[in-house]
Nanobody
């Protein structure tokens, strides 16, 4: 069992930056893969980035590659999403998700989810 809480969202101008955090509690989190997803009103939830706790491999959606960076601090049971060069189309609720053995792009494969944090990018 893992509980996830996202934070760090807010309002930012286009071209600006935000850093999202996903804090975990419950079971030991260090062995879980973590993904970031986002969902805008009227749209499907989409993959943003993921990271494997064992090995430290990272994966990114093409739409955010080169702008977003996912990282982790296992001592703090926290995963981060650094978002730079933000665009209005990045506006969405951002969710973190965890799974013991999946770090891919499909939301349905992740077992645990946070409540989301709103990111709004103004033009």
């Amino acid at each position: 069992q893992v509980q996830l809480v996202e934070s760090g969202g807010g309002l930012v101008q286009a071209g600006g930056s935000l850093r999202l955090s996903c804090a975990a509690s419950g079971r030991t989190f260090s062995s879980y893969a973590v993904g970031w997803f986002r969902q805008a009103p009227g749209k499907e939830r989409e993959f943003v980035a993921s990271i494997t706790w064992s090995g430290g491999s990272t994966y990114y959606a093409d739409s955010v590659k080169g702008r977003f960076t996912i990282s982790r601090d296992n001592a703090k049971n926290t995963v981060y999403l650094q978002m730079n060069s933000l665009k209005p189309e990045d506006t969405a609720v951002y969710y973190c998700a965890a799974d013991p053995d999946y770090s891919g792009t499909y939301p349905v494969m992740y077992d645990y989810w946070g409540q989301g944090t709103q990111v709004t990018v103004s033009s």
